[in-house]
């Protein structure tokens, strides 16, 4: 894979899980007026994940693991 589609990948799911998550939240809202402790720590970590995510995307490909080779 070369570093610009590993690239566009991994920012494509850390947008994905943003979204998603930014859904969740806002149905949250509706349902229930404010997310409770366990559901605002729970879309914090989904959030550090899409973070990950993104640091990765610009981080270098590491050739020795799999489909990280160009």
């Known amino acids: 894979m070369t570093a610009p589609t590993r690239r566009a990948h991994f ?3 850390a947008d994905a899980i943003t979204r998603l998550q930014d859904e969740m939240d806002e149905e949250i809202r509706t349902e229930y007026g404010e997310p409770d402790r366990d559901t ?3 879309g914090a970590a989904t959030r550090r994940m899409a973070a990950m995510l993104r640091e990765q995307a610009d981080a270098p490909a590491d050739p020795g693991r799999a489909g990280d080779a160009s």
């Open 40 to 42: 605002e720590v729970e």
């Open 11 to 13: 920012l494509e799911a």
